[in-house]
């Protein structure tokens, strides 16, 4: 019975990641399902998602700034060592950075949903400071940071702890089908 019970609240936690996603727009979810692949190399992502020129140059660029996942997966802070939360910080920003000023992450929500995926459940704790400093940056239109900082909640912002549980849905590619009827 106890086995039952724990796949059951697995599969309700799957199916509360889905719905989250199917709650980003357009343009997030389709930054998220290309950005896993990139990082994973799920298929030939430069084929499967570019559409001009200027796609495939961002998509070299983000296939350079995540080659390093790994590295940065096993640096994940544990303690209150300051001087590895600042490596970390730091490392943690410039990839964010790149993924924030493509302008198809809208929302923590969604830019939560993909850095969760891309380093697991430990990098939780981070994820709202480098939010709000690249959400910060001056790169970005006035209005657009106004709208990301806005998006993240009091909760999320001054959360006490962090789920330990890794992410179960990772969404990818989805053939278009023509419908015949």
């Known amino acids: 019975m106890g086995e039952n019970v724990k796949q059951d609240a697995s599969g309700t936690l799957t199916l509360t990641e889905i719905r989250e996603f199917a709650n980003f727009s357009s343009k997030s979810q389709r930054y998220i399902r290309m950005a896993l692949d990139v990082a994973f190399g799920r298929e030939d992502a430069i084929a499967l998602w570019s559409r001009n020129n200027d796609e495939i140059k961002a998509m070299k660029l983000q296939q350079k700034k995540y080659a ?9 802070p544990s303690g209150n060592d300051i001087a590895g939360n600042e490596i970390f910080f730091a490392q943690l920003m410039a990839i964010s950075s790149f993924d924030i000023l493509q302008g198809k992450l809208d929302c923590f929500a969604a830019y939560r949903f993909l850095y969760e995926r891309l380093l697991g459940a430990n990098v939780r704790p981070w994820l709202p400071a480098i939010f709000c400093a690249t959400a910060s940056l001056p790169q970005l239109d006035p209005k657009e940071r106004k709208k990301l900082l806005q998006s993240i909640s009091e909760a999320a912002a001054t ?18 089908i023509e419908n015949d009827f």
């Open 159 to 176: 959360a006490v702890g962090w789920s330990k549980r890794s992410p179960s849905f990772f969404p990818e590619w989805v053939e278009k």
């Open 68 to 76: 390093n996942l790994d590295t940065l997966r096993s640096r994940i």
